[in-house]
């Protein structure tokens, strides 16, 4: 069996089942070109973890592919693939982009104690875990999905209640979407991905928008590897 060698050591892949998307599949068919090793494995509901395989792991050499409860039981036992750090909120990109940030009139909370100003905003989780999805929302709609998720007996599975911190921002128009993926403080590559509502793939991005991530990602870096996107807004504004 040949292995892939990452910084020296022999790397080996855990990929979760139950994706379809063309990207899942490039990886499979990437890996058995390769030689390299992995394994399918199954991630068990409301956050039992995953099931139990039949080969000893080592958390120093393993990479995984999967959704976020793979994350979140890579992180709570201590993998070194953990592809999330304390970097991933808000608050720190708020602190860290300053007014680049698009929502940087963010507002930080527990879901229990939010207040909505505004009768339509945008709201999503603090931490980029994906406890709920980030959408824009009524005021009217917000108060009667809290009050359900506040009404969910405490001996219940929940991904959320009412102490999960959540950040609130007012709406902007946004024309076009890019996103870049940075490593080692260098953009590999880049696309255009959604223009107004519609989201569609191209791979052409003018050289302003480059220029402006250069800048930002200048600034700070929230891991050595990671996705940034930017928003062009109606009046011809970036923002991260």
Not at 68 to 92: C, P, Q, R
Request: net charge negative.
């Amino acid at each position: 069996m040949v292995y892939i060698l990452l910084q020296g050591i022999i790397m080996i892949w855990l990929i979760q089942e139950g994706f379809s998307d063309c990207g899942y599949h490039d990886l499979i068919n990437s890996l058995e070109s390769q030689n390299i090793e992995y394994h399918m494995i199954r991630s068990l509901p409301f956050g039992g973890g995953i099931e139990e395989l039949d080969i000893n792991l080592d958390k120093d050499n393993t990479m995984y592919y999967g959704g976020m409860s793979l994350s979140i039981y890579a992180k709570e036992h201590g993998w070194k693939a953990y592809f999330m750090n304390d970097n991933f909120t808000v608050n720190k990109w708020k602190e860290h982009y300053g007014a680049e940030l698009l929502n940087y009139d963010t507002v930080v909370d527990t879901l229990e104690n939010i207040v909505p100003v505004d009768d339509e905003f945008f709201i999503r989780p603090l931490e980029d875990t994906k406890t709920f999805n980030g959408q824009v929302i009524s005021k009217e709609e917000f108060l009667y999905w809290r009050n359900k998720v506040l009404n969910i007996p405490s001996d219940c599975y929940r991904t959320i209640d009412k102490d999960t911190l959540v950040a609130m921002a007012s709406l902007k128009n946004i024309l076009v979407e890019y996103r870049f993926f940075v490593v080692n403080d260098k953009i590999i590559t880049c696309c255009e991905y959604k223009r107004a509502e519609t989201v569609w793939y191209y791979p052409e991005v003018c050289q302003y928008v480059i220029e402006y991530v250069k800048r930002i990602i200048s600034t700070w870096s929230p891991a050595l590897a990671y996705c940034i996107d930017i928003a062009e807004l109606e009046n011809g504004e970036l923002k991260v």
